[in-house]
């Protein structure tokens, strides 16, 4: 058997079982963003819970909840970098006294425009007084960013809504969830607040085809440069 039988004995094997392989897990991933879709559309539609002191567990992302007390400028930055209509600006994230504690959950209040350059910020104002709002939990990741180091506490500015950085600056406790203002609420911007689609679950499932589809591709180019060589061997002959 010469050299080039023996490695396409073995490679056209693999490369069969790579293909195979990489349509079955876009399949797993399929399932494992459904069974997330569909906890989150589980949670969602629950009763609003109360925000308090207690610190909010795991496995809260999408809950709508709602929290009395007041809002506070200390620790209020400007999310960069946020789109909206395709118009460059930023969210408004302000700190929230829970009523009787100590204890903030930062409110994000919503989008404002970029006006002139980022030299001179925009300064959104803190509603005063006592009050209850309403919105939905959301457990922000870490992003990428082009920041060497987390910004200060006092920084007006952040590239990223690193919630655990923010926090283990702050000089206070923070709750682990950001609270997204109700668009009913009249404290924020203009709030138009993603909505979680099966697109993703339908993606993984197309790539899962492709990948499929070029295994059968594979087969059959391969079956025919098989009869190829085998008709080529027997003319020869």
């Known amino acids: 058997m010469t050299v080039r039988r023996v490695v396409s004995f073995f490679l056209i094997p693999a490369v069969f079982a790579m293909l195979v392989s990489l349509g079955f897990w876009q399949l797993d991933r399929a399932k494992e963003k459904q069974a997330y879709l569909d906890e989150y559309a589980a949670r969602s539609g629950l009763p609003a819970i109360a925000v308090e002191s207690v ?7 999408g809950v709508a909840a709602q929290v009395v007390g007041r809002f506070d400028g200390l620790g209020q930055f ?17 700190p929230f006294v829970i009523r009787d ?15 002139g350059s980022r030299e001179d910020l925009p300064r959104p ?31 007006p500015l952040r590239q990223n809504l690193d919630l655990e950085s923010y926090a283990a600056s702050a000089p206070f406790d923070i709750q682990p969830y950001v609270l997204r203002l109700s668009s009913k609420a009249k404290d924020g911007f ?9 697109t993703s679950v339908q993606r993984h499932r197309a790539y899962a085809v492709q990948w499929f589809g070029m295994a059968g591709v594979f087969v059959v180019i391969v079956a025919a440069f098989i009869r190829r060589q085998r008709r080529v061997i027997k003319n020869s002959n």
């Open 190 to 198: 203009v709030r138009v607040w993603p909505v979680i689609q099966e």
């Open 78 to 94: 400007l999310w960069d970098n946020r789109t909206y209509e395709g118009r460059p600006g930023f969210h408004v994230l302000t």
């Open 125 to 155: 104002s803190i509603p005063l007084g006592q009050r209850q709002i309403e919105g939905q939990l959301y457990e922000p990741l870490k992003g990428f960013t082009l920041e060497q180091a987390a910004p200060e506490f006092s920084s």
């Open 101 to 115: 504690t100590e204890m903030r959950i930062l409110i994000d209040r919503g989008w404002i425009p970029l006006e």
């Open 55 to 61: 610190t909010l567990g795991p496995g809260q992302s």
